[in-house]
């Protein structure tokens, strides 16, 4: 590589690609190089020993066309020089304990509750005591709560939690109480100080609202800058809950009504999913400090967020079938009956059947172009099922003005989405 001198006429060598790099790396190179800092010089010319054999082999590597190969049950994607394996489907199971460590003191809740203990100090509860505490309930909803425990419909021991997190020394947890039937009829927040020797857990007061936690073990508490938040549903109401530790009270931000669900993106952007009227599901992201927030689009049917990555998918289930559509740039594709999708580095796969994959395409999110596609050898007959993928022509419904909610801070005015044609395969 020749790099000439902006104010000199003689030239030096900074590097001899052909010789230091292998050619199907020309391209790391050269990126590599390009993005060196080189002081009161200007690149003019990039010259190669044998010109066109390196611009053929650098041509060849970018233009390099994206594989899909199955493996043992495994997807795998070969792009240039790289192999990426892609799980078609989830194969871990959620842990069943949460654990916290500062030094010599432990905060572990599994199935036999919350343990604490530093060194010797050995500390065990299923917070049993805290549904008939008077900083939680009145006398006569405490007298309630007993008598209900005594019919066999509530427990006093907590059942599942619903979040935990970690601030400096200290280690918060939202414990969550199921009667008989299936719903929760009580959450709170607790607090352990893990610097403290003998660690006990410390009552900071109930919920003031609900939150969408399920099963044994949920991840739903998160930082929000030095507190504690939570999202919960209040009424009809739903919003961000945060306890501010200097005023020892919680805070509640309302962001809509009638959530369905939520998950959250990069930075402090969160995707929702509100019910409106009729079976209307309206789709939209906000910001959690700001409750600022932007409806993208509205659709009927059962609607479910893809993950928690940018582009922003979803797919949408009705009465003619699936559906996946980037809520971002508005391209949709209709899906094969019992299809599965999962994000990859490359875009986005598609497999079906569900359980056996006999067909698979790895689609590129922004317009739902096809990048590559495999077939099981055994039913090569059925390759037009590929060919058959379609992008689908409705044109993105209109978005109607969001609802009339308390709104903490300002938020953003609601835009109608671009409509967008889209074409077929």
Same mark, same amino acid.
């Given at each position: 590589?020749?790099?000439?001198?902006?104010?000199?006429?003689?030239? *030096?060598?900074?590097?001899?690609?052909?010789?230091?790099?292998?050619?199907?790396?020309?391209?790391?190179?050269?990126?590599?190089?390009?993005?060196?800092?080189?002081?009161?010089?200007?690149?003019?010319?990039?010259?190669?020993?044998?010109?066109?054999?390196?611009?053929?082999?650098?041509?060849?590597?970018?233009?390099?066309?994206?594989? =899909?190969?199955?493996?043992?049950?495994?997807?795998?994607?070969?792009?240039?020089?790289?192999?990426?394996?892609?799980?078609?489907?989830?194969?871990?199971?959620?842990?069943?304990?949460?654990?916290?460590?500062?030094?010599?003191?432990?905060?572990?809740?599994?199935?036999?509750?919350?343990?604490?203990?530093?060194?010797?100090?050995?500390?065990?509860?299923?917070?049993?005591?805290?549904?008939?505490?008077?900083?939680?309930?009145?006398?006569? *909803?405490?007298?309630?709560?007993?008598?209900?425990?005594?019919?066999?419909?509530?427990?006093?021991?907590?059942?599942?939690?619903?979040?935990?997190?970690?601030?400096?020394?200290?280690?918060?947890?939202?414990?969550?109480?199921?009667?008989?039937?299936?719903?929760?009829?009580?959450?709170?927040?607790?607090?352990?100080?893990?610097?403290?020797?003998?660690?006990?857990?410390? =009552?900071?007061?109930?919920?003031?609202?609900?939150?969408?936690?399920?099963?044994?073990?949920?991840?739903?508490?998160?930082?929000?800058?030095?507190?504690?938040?939570?999202?919960?549903?209040?009424?009809?109401?739903?919003?961000?809950?945060?306890?501010?530790?200097?005023?020892?009270?919680?805070?509640?931000?309302?962001?809509?009504?009638?959530?369905?669900?939520?998950?959250?993106?990069?930075?402090?952007?969160?995707?929702?999913?509100?019910?409106?009227?009729?079976?209307?599901?309206?789709?939209?992201?906000?910001?959690?400090?700001?409750?600022?927030?932007?409806? =993208?689009?509205?659709?009927?049917?059962?609607?479910?967020? =893809?993950?928690?990555?940018?582009?922003?998918?979803?797919?949408?289930?009705?009465?003619?079938?699936?559906?996946?559509?980037?809520?971002?740039?508005?391209?949709?594709?209709?899906?094969?009956?019992?299809?599965?999708?999962?994000?990859?580095?490359?875009?986005?796969?598609?497999?079906?059947?569900?359980?056996?994959?006999?067909?698979?395409?790895?689609?590129?999110?922004?317009?739902?172009?096809?990048?590559?596609?495999?077939?099981?050898? *055994?039913?090569?007959?059925?390759?037009?099922?590929?060919?058959?993928?379609?992008?689908?022509?409705?044109?993105?419904?209109?978005?109607?003005?969001?609802?009339?909610?308390?709104?903490?801070?300002?938020?953003?005015?609601?835009?109608?989405?671009?409509?967008?044609?889209?074409?077929?395969?």
């Amino acid at each position: 590589m020749i790099v000439k001198h902006a104010y000199r006429a003689d030239t *030096e060598h900074v590097c001899d690609v052909d010789s230091l790099f292998p050619t199907v790396g020309v391209n790391l190179a050269v990126f590599t190089t390009a993005l060196l800092l080189i002081p009161q010089c200007a690149v003019s010319a990039v010259h190669f020993r044998s010109s066109m054999i390196g611009l053929a082999l650098l041509w060849a590597t970018t233009q390099a066309r994206i594989s =899909l190969q199955s493996y043992q049950g495994t997807f795998v994607v070969r792009d240039g020089v790289l192999n990426i394996p892609v799980l078609s489907k989830a194969t871990t199971s959620s842990p069943d304990f949460v654990r916290f460590r500062r030094g010599d003191g432990y905060a572990v809740w599994d199935k036999r509750g919350l343990s604490l203990r530093h060194k010797n100090w050995i500390f065990d509860s299923r917070l049993s005591g805290l549904p008939v505490s008077p900083k939680l309930f009145s006398k006569k *909803e405490i007298q309630e709560i007993l008598a209900s425990v005594h019919r066999g419909e509530r427990s006093l021991d907590a059942t599942a939690m619903s979040g935990a997190l970690r601030l400096g020394t200290d280690a918060f947890f939202v414990p969550r109480w199921i009667d008989k039937k299936g719903f929760t009829w009580l959450e709170a927040l607790v607090r352990v100080d893990l610097s403290a020797d003998h660690p006990k857990p410390e =009552l900071i007061g109930r919920l003031p609202g609900q939150s969408l936690a399920s099963g044994s073990i949920d991840h739903r508490l998160f930082a929000l800058g030095p507190s504690p938040a939570i999202v919960v549903r209040k009424g009809s109401e739903w919003g961000v809950v945060s306890y501010e530790s200097v005023s020892d009270k919680f805070n509640f931000n309302s962001i809509g009504e009638r959530l369905r669900s939520y998950a959250f993106l990069d930075g402090n952007g969160m995707a929702y999913v509100e019910v409106v009227a009729d079976g209307l599901n309206r789709i939209g992201v906000v910001d959690v400090t700001t409750s600022s927030r932007k409806d =993208l689009m509205e659709d009927r049917g059962s609607v479910r967020l =893809l993950d928690s990555y940018r582009p922003i998918c979803a797919i949408f289930t009705g009465g003619t079938g699936s559906t996946i559509r980037n809520l971002q740039t508005g391209a949709a594709l209709d899906l094969p009956d019992g299809a599965n999708a999962v994000r990859c580095a490359s875009g986005i796969l598609l497999t079906w059947p569900k359980d056996q994959p006999k067909h698979a395409v790895l689609l590129d999110p922004v317009r739902w172009d096809r990048l590559a596609q495999w077939q099981a050898p *055994e039913n090569s007959d059925l390759g037009s099922r590929i060919s058959d993928l379609k992008k689908t022509d409705a044109k993105p419904p209109q978005v109607t003005p969001a609802p009339t909610v308390k709104v903490t801070t300002k938020a953003t005015p609601t835009k109608k989405p671009a409509t967008r044609k889209t074409k077929k395969l």
